[in-house]
């Protein structure tokens, strides 16, 4: 199985670099990793104490940035190496000023992984939710290095609980602790007979909490909703636009709205401007006098986890794709929430359904449902607000309980 991993690994680097000249993530990816050992030479110093932490992409980095804050300040000693594999991750936070080295991580071999861990030779290592890289870990436990993967999550489709996974369950095998978020991953881990494992939960809800704590006034907002209750959809896609935007035609003096796309590109901005019959206005064109617009487009970008204080009820977008965004940073200013029925893989949209601070929406009937009746019953809606605090305070806690473990 070893010889099929390292195949699979060869021929899908290979195909990106065929690709790589027509397509752009694929070109960064082929130059960040050909760049990551001169980083690594270049910045690694002799006789400091390293930590390496991997994150797979900028989810998984929001994840592992808790751990990451808390190291630097309580054990500032430790130079911290912070590698990403996908180029969204590393192309937004290459700059991250409390990493001292960012780069990415090299193709999955066995020369790469001897030489980078030569290179960066690391007191620990931590992997962050689904990164299982085997000739690293190998290597990392050939060592004897420290290594714990923190916030995963696993379920029963994945390879470790397949009467084929011999291989895979031996990676797992190597890990010092796996820090998993819930308690069906804990049931499948024993399953298999591991008993390296511990439930922590989940750092993005200590995530979530600093940055609510680090929300930004946005008085503009304050203005547009005035003495009105606001509805806020985050992240939309055209999917959860078009049923919010039949709501709103239909109703639109229920509440103010505002719209913080997933894509802010003028094509989009003004597609989405079209699906209204009620005065819309873009973020960027208000003046302090424009208030009389039913509906308001945040034609920007990194404001959406400030704005959500301002929120009523909150719409998280992707519901109707891949899978929805962030449940979480509505949730904990206790908003209720609602999304599009594609968020299964989300834990926390699933538990905050279960629990009644959120509800999932196929289509306009039941959007509308929802909607009315959070609006028309106080004690509903106080009940779901309630739900949905409670469910990230609760939850809260798991970046320590990783720490006192780790370091």
């Given at each position: 199985m070893r010889y099929i991993y390292n195949s699979v690994i060869f021929f899908y680097r290979a195909a990106a670099w065929l690709i790589s000249p027509f397509n752009g993530k694929a070109g960064?990816?082929?130059?960040?990793?050909?760049?990551?050992?001169?980083?690594l030479t270049k910045k690694i110093k002799p006789g400091e104490r390293y930590i390496w932490i991997h994150c797979a992409s900028l989810g998984e980095f929001e994840q592992g940035r808790p751990v990451i804050e808390v190291i630097r300040k309580t054990k500032p000693w430790y130079r911290i190496v912070l590698t990403f594999f996908s180029p969204s991750g590393y192309e937004i936070r290459k700059e991250w000023p409390l990493a001292d080295v960012?780069?990415?991580?090299?193709?999955?071999t066995p020369s790469n992984a001897r030489r980078f861990l030569s290179l960066v030779n690391p007191e620990k290592v931590i992997f962050v939710k689904y990164e299982f890289w085997n000739n690293f870990i190998t290597e990392i436990w050939k060592k004897h290095t420290p290594l714990f993967l923190i916030s995963g999550i696993f379920r029963e489709e994945q390879h470790f609980f397949k009467w084929y996974g011999g291989f895979f369950r031996n990676m797992l095998k190597k890990f010092t602790r796996i820090y998993v978020q819930d308690e069906a991953s804990l049931e499948l881990l024993a399953s298999i007979g591991l008993d390296n494992f511990a439930h922590a939960g989940d750092t993005r809800f200590d995530r979530v909490r600093q940055i609510a704590s680090e929300a930004k006034d946005i008085p503009l907002l304050e203005r547009f909703r005035g003495n009105e209750k606001l509805f806020l959809a985050g992240s939309s896609w055209k999917p959860d636009e078009e049923i919010i935007s039949r709501y709103i035609n239909t109703s639109p003096g229920k509440m103010k709205w505002v719209f913080a796309p997933h894509e802010v590109d003028e094509g989009n901005i003004s597609r989405l401007e079209k699906l209204f019959t009620v005065k819309t206005l873009r973020y960027s064109r208000a003046g302090e006098g424009e208030?009389?617009?039913?509906?308001?487009?945040?034609?920007?970008?990194?404001?959406?986890?400030?704005?959500?204080?301002?929120?009523?009820?909150?719409?998280?977008?992707?519901?109707?794709?891949?899978?929805?965004?962030?449940?979480?940073?509505?949730?904990?200013?206790g908003i209720p929430v609602l999304f599009g029925p594609a968020h299964g893989k989300s834990r926390e949209a699933v538990d905050l359904v279960k629990q009644g601070g959120a509800a999932s929406f196929n289509g306009y009937e039941e959007f509308s449902n929802v909607l009315d009746?959070?609006?028309?019953?106080?004690?509903?809606?106080?009940?779901?607000s309630e739900t949905a605090g409670a469910y990230v305070n609760k939850n809260s806690g798991a970046t320590a309980r990783i720490i006192s473990e780790i370091v």
């Open positions: 960064l990816w082929i130059r960040g990793q050909a760049e990551c050992c001169d980083i960012i780069c990415y991580l090299p193709a999955d208030t009389d617009a039913r509906v308001l487009i945040m034609d920007n970008i990194g404001m959406l986890s400030s704005a959500y204080r301002y929120a009523h009820i909150a719409a998280i977008g992707g519901g109707f794709g891949k899978g929805i965004h962030n449940v979480l940073e509505p949730a904990c200013w009746g959070w609006l028309s019953d106080e004690a509903a809606y106080r009940k779901a």
